[in-house]
């Protein structure tokens, strides 16, 4: 391609300059999550029947069955798998700008995609472990004679760097970008080959804008348990002294984290109290849910934001190179 001596000389390099910024504010911005109702809705939903199925599972193995307690284990993790998808369906809505769907469509569109996920998470757990064969099988000839001790020595280095780029990669791309791919629109296989073009073309991106991620849902997070802790203890202190109730506080606080009260004699607590102590258990079972669905929101909708960054980034290269 010709080039006039006049035109303004502008470096490809510029062209395809990854926009740092702009990246990072779509990560950070995931936290508007926390205001996404219907997503919210998805979740606790799910969240509630994968609690729920997963309590009955833990008695009816207590009881000696086995058989049923296996069934329902296996429908919590039914149940909170394709929950997390309808509601990351969802988040990908919102992330791309799109009118949001129904909650009830998300499920049934979650239904029919989320083997899609675990396909593709299959077929990269393969992958790794044929490179864990090939680690090893170097491993084996090292330790033949001969030139064993010096294919050790190139072994150790290139061990090292394969285990660590195949961590990050996994930490990185594989298990938070699987699902936004598949959410995208994308095929098993082609999830597999997006997968693998992020690994060897936007590792370090990805790893940088997960870690924004993981910032921000840390953030939710805590700020969400100080809420949960200070307002739990001033709601229990005013609870056992407004209403008389004979228990310690810790006791009306124990739904706010997930548990239920043990208590060792029942006799010696009034019926009263007992009422009280279920009812507060109630109500903070409901606060332990929202204190996890917060967080969790955040999580996808930024993962969201990632995988849409980094195929930002695609285009704007794609375009880069149109135009030189």
Request: net charge neutral.
């Amino acid at each position: 391609m010709l080039i006039s001596p006049d035109a303004p000389i502008r470096p490809a390099s510029r062209q395809r300059r990854f926009d740092w910024w702009q990246a990072l504010v779509r990560v950070l911005s995931s936290i508007e999550a926390v205001r996404d109702g219907r997503a919210m809705y998805v979740l606790l939903a799910a969240y509630a029947g994968a609690g729920t199925a997963m309590a009955s599972a833990i008695r009816a193995y207590g009881q000696g069955g086995l058989p049923l307690a296996i069934g329902l284990g296996t429908a919590a993790l039914f149940i909170a798998f394709y929950g997390s998808n309808a509601a990351g369906l969802m988040l990908m809505d919102r992330a791309l700008g799109q009118p949001v769907r129904d909650p009830r469509d998300a499920v049934f569109d979650a239904l029919g995609i989320g083997h899609r996920v675990l396909l593709a998470l299959l077929v990269m757990l393969l992958a790794a472990a044929v490179l864990s064969a090939a680690v090893l099988g170097l491993y084996w000839l090292s330790g033949l004679g001969g030139l064993g001790v010096w294919l050790f020595a190139l072994a150790v280095p290139v061990t090292v760097l394969l285990i660590g780029l195949a961590m990050l990669a996994g930490v990185a791309v594989v298990a938070p970008l699987t699902g936004p791919t598949v959410w995208s629109g994308a095929s098993s296989w082609q999830a597999v080959r997006t997968l693998w073009r992020l690994i060897r073309e936007r590792l370090l991106q990805a790893a940088v804008l997960t870690g924004g991620v993981s910032l921000a849902t840390g953030l939710v997070g805590a700020a969400t348990s100080a809420m949960v802790l200070v307002g739990g203890r001033v709601m229990a202190e005013a609870s056992v002294y407004v209403l008389g109730v004979n228990v310690p506080p810790q006791a009306l606080m124990a739904g706010l984290f997930g548990r239920t009260v043990m208590i060792a004699d029942v006799s010696t607590v009034a019926a009263r109290d007992l009422t009280y102590i279920s009812a507060a258990s109630l109500g903070g079972g409901v606060i332990f849910a929202l204190a996890l669905v917060l967080p969790t929101l955040v999580y996808l909708r930024g993962v969201c934001e990632v995988y849409l960054a980094l195929q930002a980034a695609d285009e704007a290269e794609a375009h880069g190179d149109t135009d030189d």
